[in-house]
């Protein structure tokens, strides 16, 4: 113990920043900021310098200039005497209404296909795999383009349905027009109608809500609600007694009657669009740039979304599905109450990238002319205007929102469903 | 200059690279060709053959404009460019020059900072229906769906025309012509609206031309011409007296076929001669050799060469010069004089 | 019992019976479709009602394909040879509009005299990529490998080899730098020294040598205008150069990623996160309008070039992520094992860890370059001529408007035939890869 000498003395060389691995992490660290801000630093001197001799310093202020264009595809009330935040924020909600038909869409016939292709039919599991690899291997832009072309060219004109012997009709009892400028169907409309809460004053991103949708939704979640509590009553019945009393009939009594009540109450029916000057009124107009645009992403993703779930089922052990089978399962019972759950872990991870995937996707929508977010705030107003800074950062700026938000929310459920793992 | 463009890409170029903002006709000259900026594609004005080879009115302009400064028409390089990417691409120096069936407005000339060098052709914002549709006015197309091309002035002036006139449309925005005439063809639109120019000539290729009608109202004026940026005004007049000169020498009948024997010795006619630079000193004025004018008309003739070539009666176009004859024909098309 | 028994029996087999065959309802083809077409009333349907959907497909679209006009000069005229033939002129393809445009569609403006140059290129590609993917491949074509990013360059653009050449030799000053001087100054000096000394030769001293060169001992290709570039050639070529630039700049973002470095793993994941986050089509408004802005004023390059670095920037993020996936493949023992033969982080990346998550990575690399090279056709919005731009300036041709299918299919069965095989060989190459594991 005697040769315990002191440690030696702690001094500071310059060269420690480099080869003492204690502060070498910090040296990389530092460098690597100092870097990065002076990039950034150059990017952002370069561009004032540039927008300086263009004489066009970045400002905000043309949104509130009037647009001065027509959008054909709105879900809110706007005019071409709305300002440019109005027609960017027609555009958000128009991409949010095709992302959200696109992934629900994707989803189930994704799922189908996914099942399917495993099917012990061979001429069906063949014609899935040429329906995933045909989707697979094009790229989606040359879909939706097809797509557009095909309702366009192989759908009638209004000018068809015209006439003492027109050449084509109205389907499904006279309800529904399949055209090529879209498919026209009934809209849902109310006599006594309780009318609309406006939100947001008079400000660009007003929109207003029908009073009778959200009493429509309400009523129909608390008869649902019930229906559930009558349920889990009878299967406490049946673990109490081992006899499940009838519920079936009490269940669809409460989900539909108070419903069928409100919608009375409020005078509901059907308006059915109808062949009047150039086009058909009335009734909800579904255009054809949305179905295009829907349809192509959808079975796109979809092809995806089939492998991904075939792997998922795939990656369940045989083991599973002859236990099932043993229990006395049905084949299809198996795949809903056995295969499906289990793989639903393996397959909501890369679900959510394509749900990712067509939402960044729909940003094509230009191709075909439907006015999303980039068609109007990227599109027409960036070129009206010429401010290309402003609104290529702010489109950046709304997708990579949306796509975190995507990405929470799929999160979530994921962190949910993981749950049940053992 | 293209190799160390190259090069650039693969180090950090932006470095090396000097600043070149001012003489454009400098920048042109030691690169040895033209960037000129068209459309992607419009039946007429400019359209790639199967060789690759650009062509139409718009393409002429280039050509001349090529031909003038570098003695070469050859020597340009098209940058298609779309509606959308057209401002960008000039502000941003990628190409020296527009020549893509553009509108003089204001604001694009004092808001995006362009210069328009003058018109090369005076058009008009119109409509095509079918005849079948028994319209005989645009007012009449209350509740109609109409075509338009995103991008471009038309859709202002459609939503204008419309909320003036008090009367409901649905409008079909489209990227490209040749996307919007296969809706209009389909019947996905009772109504393309565009440039009567555009129409007259989208017409001559449809299976049934005589099946479609030009309706009467003009909506718009669209001034189409040539444009630089702002800031280089030595630049903005060699573009715009290229295409004076072409003008001119339509007026004055110099054709491609007779410029070089005008040009070998002086005429009786001393305006032809300081076009032609047998008199006076015009080119060195402008920065030019003195046969500036002369490799311009001859690259593809003068303006009304140029006209009936590629946009003409005889061609699958078919336009009437109309409002594009020459002044003293009853037409707007004139040039100030060079002297 | 059993004697009476014995009695009542009047015949015992005594030899085996030889085998018969099944009954013809089980084998050949009749049983196979028993067995996988009409195995019950619901699949004998489905099977009724897919073959009546495939019947009705093919009706309309065999005499579409095959009853199609070859050679015309326009579409008129094709209408007029089909009505003159069959009749009507719908329902019966003009194919002439390929056989005029198809080198048009492959090679864009590419000088038609000059198509042995991007061909070569092409299979130089193969050559290059050949001992990555195939077994077979010698390691000696690592060499071609290294020289093809200039071939690559030199072959396309074409112009004087001394360019591209002494690029290269900046990346010798760069290797042989490292090499040589870390004996003496230590490792992270030598680095530090010989990136200095390349970017140096890069910035100034690349072009004079280059140049002199060239005056000196001219040997070059003719030069072609990257605007020259379009078709099928130009979306190989925006993806195979995404691919390759993407891969070192996927390798560092992924390994930063991973690091214990906080604000460098914020850096990385907040570029990952970013790219990932927006869609393709605003990185390439970005490239078309926004790339010459953020530059020092007077830098212009062009459009494919500016193209081409976004791609990169967008196909680096999704590489991170495959890296980053081969690299959690990997066992912990192999990181543990890289410690304890007391390799520094840098060495146990370059022998141990990179190799084999690389190698994992191989078919999720490939699929990226699928995605990519798919997703390349968006540059026709932006005015680009790929095959997709192409159609709208073919179809602006008076004689070729109105033309439509045909252009789209031939398109859409170029990129099937590419994609396909490029992810057939993918899955080759994961089930390859994954038996050499076990």
Redo the contacts between chains.
């Keep these: 113990m005697t040769t315990l000498t002191d440690p030696p003395k702690e001094t500071f060389r310059l060269g420690m920043l480099?080869?003492d691995t204690r502060y070498r992490?910090m040296t990389?660290?530092?460098v690597?900021?100092i870097a990065?801000m002076l990039l950034a630093a150059w990017?952002i001197s370069?561009?004032i310098?540039?927008?300086n001799?263009?004489?066009?310093p970045v400002q905000f202020g043309f949104f509130t200039e009037t647009a001065?264009?027509?959008?054909?595809q709105k879900l809110i009330e706007y005019n071409?005497?709305d300002s440019h935040l109005r027609a960017a924020f027609v555009g958000l909600l128009n991409t949010l209404l095709v992302a959200a038909l696109g992934c629900v869409t994707a989803t189930v016939v994704g799922v189908l296909v996914g099942v399917l292709r495993l099917s012990?039919?061979?001429?069906?599991g063949r014609?899935m795999t040429v329906y995933v690899?045909?989707f697979?291997?094009?790229?989606?832009?040359?879909w939706i383009?097809?797509a557009m072309?095909i309702l366009?060219?192989s759908l009638?004109?209004?000018?068809?349905f015209r006439g003492d012997d027109p050449s084509s009709t109205m389907k499904l009892m006279d309800s529904v027009a399949f055209t090529?400028?879209g498919v026209y169907i009934p809209e849902p409309l109310f006599t006594r109608s309780l009318g609309d809460i406006h939100l947001f004053g008079a400000s660009p991103v007003r929109f207003d809500i029908s009073l009778d949708l959200i009493a429509f939704v309400l009523v129909l979640g608390l008869s649902i609600f019930a229906a559930r509590k009558i349920s889990a009553r009878a299967r406490a019945v049946q673990e109490a007694t081992g006899v499940r009393p009838r519920t079936w009939h009490v269940n669809l009594a409460v989900i539909f009657l108070p419903t069928i009540a409100l919608l009375a109450a409020l005078g509901f029916h059907l308006g059915y669009p109808a062949l009047?000057?150039?086009?058909f009124?009335g009734g909800t107009h579904m255009r054809?740039?949305l179905i295009a645009l829907w349809l192509a992403l959808s079975l796109y993703t979809a092809a995806f979304i089939a492998e991904i779930v075939r792997g998922g089922i795939l990656a369940i052990s045989t083991g599973q599905t002859e236990a099932a089978g043993a229990l006395g399962l049905r084949p299809r019972r198996i795949m809903s109450l056995v295969v499906l759950p289990q793989a639903l872990r393996v397959i909501i991870p890369p679900l959510i990238s394509q749900y990712?995937n067509l939402t960044?996707?729909s940003?094509?929508a230009?191709?075909v002319?439907y006015?999303d977010i980039?068609?109007t705030l990227?599109?027409?107003t960036?070129?009206?205007?010429?401010r290309?800074?402003e609104c290529?950062l702010l489109?950046?700026l709304v997708?990579?929102v949306l796509?975190?938000m995507i990405s929470a929310v799929m999160n979530f459920y994921n962190n949910r469903v993981k749950l049940v793992e053992r | 200059m293209r190799k160390s463009v190259f090069l650039g890409a693969l180090t950090v170029a932006g470095l090396a690279a000097g600043a070149a903002a001012a003489a454009t006709l400098d920048d042109v000259k030691a690169r040895g060709t033209l960037n000129c900026g068209v459309s992607t594609g419009l039946a007429g004005f400019s359209s790639p053959d199967a060789n690759g080879n650009w062509e139409g009115f718009d393409v002429a302009v280039c050509r001349a404009v090529a031909a003038a400064v570098l003695g070469d028409q050859s020597a340009v390089e098209f940058v298609p460019t779309t509606g959308k990417t057209r401002f960008t691409a000039l502000s941003s120096g990628e190409i020296d020059m527009l020549s893509r069936n553009t509108t003089w407005t204001f604001s694009r000339d004092n808001d995006l900072k362009f210069t328009f060098v003058g018109v090369n052709y005076y058009d008009g914002q119109g409509f095509i229906v079918p005849k079948a549709l028994g319209v005989t006015s645009a007012k009449e197309l209350d509740g109609a769906t109409v075509c338009i091309q995103t991008g471009t002035t038309t859709e202002l002036n459609l939503a204008e025309f419309f909320r003036v006139n008090n009367i409901s449309y649905e409008p079909v925005p489209i990227e490209t012509n040749a996307e919007a005439l296969q809706q209009y063809s389909a019947g996905a639109c009772d109504a393309y609206t565009t440039d009567a120019s555009g129409l007259a000539a989208s017409r001559a290729t449809f299976e049934n031309p005589s099946e479609h009608t030009i309706l009467p109202e003009i909506i718009s004026k669209e001034p189409l011409g040539p444009l630089v940026r702002h800031g280089d005004d030595e630049w903005g007049d060699i573009v715009r007296w290229t295409l004076n000169a072409l003008i001119a020498a339509e007026e004055m009948g110099v054709t491609s076929a007779n410029v070089e024997d005008m040009a070998s010795a002086p005429t009786n006619n001393p305006e032809i001669n300081r076009l032609l630079g047998t008199e006076g000193n015009l080119g060195e004025i402008i920065g030019l050799d003195a046969d500036w004018a002369k490799k311009a008309i001859a690259a593809n003739g003068n303006y009304g060469e140029i006209f009936e070539k590629y946009i003409g009666e005889k061609t699958p176009i078919g336009l009437a010069r109309g409002l594009n004859a020459q002044w003293t024909n009853g037409g707007l098309i004139y040039s100030p004089p060079f002297r | 019992m059993s004697d009476t028994h014995g009695e009542t029996v009047r015949f015992v087999r005594e030899t085996m019976l030889p085998e018969r065959e099944p009954p013809t309802s089980q084998v050949g083809l009749l049983g196979w479709g028993r067995d996988n077409l009409f195995t019950g009333p619901f699949n004998t349907i489905v099977t009724i009602v897919s073959l009546v959907l495939i019947g009705y497909l093919l009706a309309g679209l065999l005499p579409w394909m095959f009853q199609s006009v070859w050679r015309a000069d326009s579409l008129s005229e094709c209408r007029e040879i089909a009505t003159a033939t069959w009749g009507q002129s719908e329902g019966h393809a003009c194919w002439a509009v390929i056989r005029e445009r198809w080198p048009q569609l492959l090679f864009g403006f590419y000088p038609s005299e000059l198509y042995w140059r991007p061909i070569l290129a092409f299979a130089l590609l193969i050559v290059a990529v050949a001992p990555v993917l195939f077994p077979w491949a010698s390691n000696r074509l690592l060499a071609v490998s290294a020289a093809y990013p200039f071939l690559l360059a030199w072959l396309l653009w074409g112009g004087s080899i001394w360019g591209p050449v002494m690029v290269a030799a900046g990346f010798a000053i760069l290797y042989f730098g490292v090499t040589l001087l870390s004996g003496r100054i230590g490792a992270l000096g030598a680095l530090i020294v010989a990136v200095v000394a390349a970017l140096l030769w890069w910035l100034f001293a690349v072009g004079p040598v280059a140049g002199e060169l060239a005056r000196l001992i001219p040997i070059g290709l003719e030069p072609v205008e990257s605007r020259d570039f379009g078709g099928f050639m130009l979306s190989i070529l925006i993806g195979v150069v995404a691919i390759g630039c993407s891969l070192p700049i996927g390798i560092v973002l992924a390994l930063g990623r991973q690091s214990d470095l906080l604000i460098v793993k914020a850096l990385c994941v907040g570029f990952i996160e970013f790219i990932r986050g927006v869609p393709l089509i605003t990185l390439l408004f970005v490239a078309s309008t926004l790339l010459n802005i953020f530059m020092p004023p007077g830098t212009d390059f062009d459009i494919i070039l500016r193209v081409m670095i976004m791609v990169t920037l967008f196909a680096s993020a999704y590489m991170a992520e495959v890296v980053r996936g081969g690299l959690a493949a990997l066992p912990k023992g192999q990181y543990e094992g890289a410690d304890s033969l007391g390799f520094d982080y840098w060495q146990a990346q370059r022998l141990v860890i990179m190799p084999q998550a690389l190698k994992i990575s191989i078919p999720g690399i490939v699929s990226t370059f699928i995605g990519v090279f798919k997703d390349t056709t968006l540059v026709s919005i932006i005015g680009l001529l790929d095959p997709l731009g192409l159609t709208n300036a073919i179809r602006a041709d008076t004689a070729w408007n109105g033309v439509y299918w045909e252009l789209f299919g031939f398109i859409a069965l170029l990129f099937f035939i590419f994609c396909f095989g490029m992810s057939r060989y993918s899955m080759y190459l994961e089930r390859r890869l994954r038996t050499d594991n076990h």
């Excluded at chain 1, 697979?136 to 040359?142: A, E, F, M």
């Design positions: 480099i080869y992490s990389i660290q530092v690597a900021l990065f990017l370069n561009t310098t540039n927008l001799t263009l004489g066009k001065s264009y027509d959008i054909n071409n005497q012990p039919n061979w001429l069906v014609i690899e045909m697979r291997n094009v790229p989606v832009l040359l383009v097809l072309a366009i060219e009638p004109a209004p000018s068809a090529n400028r009047k000057g150039f086009n009124q054809n740039s990712l960044k996707n940003s094509l230009i191709a002319g006015m980039t068609g990227g599109g027409i960036m070129n009206q205007t010429g290309e800074l290529v489109l950046m997708y990579l796509s975190l």
